[in-house]
């Protein structure tokens, strides 16, 4: 049976899981920095995902059906969808269809460069789960060539139409809107040791606002103005001088953040059971 984002949020390994996948997808991120930005925000992550679970339901992508799916389920405005789509083939993350006979839909697919980044996602996902019970669902994964075409598109499917993803709590819900601002949060927890996670004001591993936003290729302007927000909500601080000393989290920030994996985790984990749990032996 696949985990529920409760029993996954009150499991005892939590902090300390999370905190290993949190650094796995910082190694992701800064391996290609580029590709990974596709996911930059909540909005590009879940158009992302919505094109790739077209690719692999009707072996390609036309910017229709794109537009079609992005308006079914409210995730951003046609201009958007379309400039996101056009980004994608500047960029080389899809491509035209080798035998594409049809100019004016152009079907696409994604080049195997964004496959690689997307399979090394959902691998860094079943790790996470693994690490809750034993299991071998990333052996499940890696013994079938047709596993990601199976596990995608149900991925897609719960992440469109969960209302917890869908509006995220407070904080957290500041940082989705940020260029990279996964990327930000996933630095943040990446720092703090799961043994202080009690505490109101948890210590990261942040001391340079400067350094922090070279690190993530973010404008220091644009982050120092977000961090500030998220300072005003009582989310986050420094020890010492703002910018220059070691930065805190609330611990109300970090269950949000806990939160918010919780039901992504959960999600990934009923598509597995659902599209490849028969592999396990």
Known sequence: MAFSAKEISGHPALHRIVRSQAKALLAAYQSSPRLSSVFATQQRWLMA????ALYFRQGAITTARFLQLIELHSVASKNTADAFMKEMQQYNYVESLPDNTDRRSN????????LETLAAWAMVHLTTLDGFDGGRRLAAFAARPDALAR????IADGLLTSEPVRTPEKTFSLFTWLN???VVMEWLISGVDPALASQDHIPTGVFSVGEFANLLK????????KLREA???????WLG???????WVSRDFYREYMDAQAVKLAIIDQAFEDSLSDTVA
């Open 218 to 225: 973010l404008s220091r302007t644009h982050l120092a103005r």
């Open 241 to 247: 001088k703002r910018g220059n000393s070691t930065m």
């Open 231 to 237: 300072e005003a909500l009582g989310s986050i601080g």
């Open 151 to 154: 596990l995608e598109p149900l």
């Open 180 to 182: 990279n601002g996964g």
């Open 107 to 114: 079907p696409l697919r994604p080049t195997p460069q964004a």
């Open 49 to 52: 995902h919505a094109g790739l």
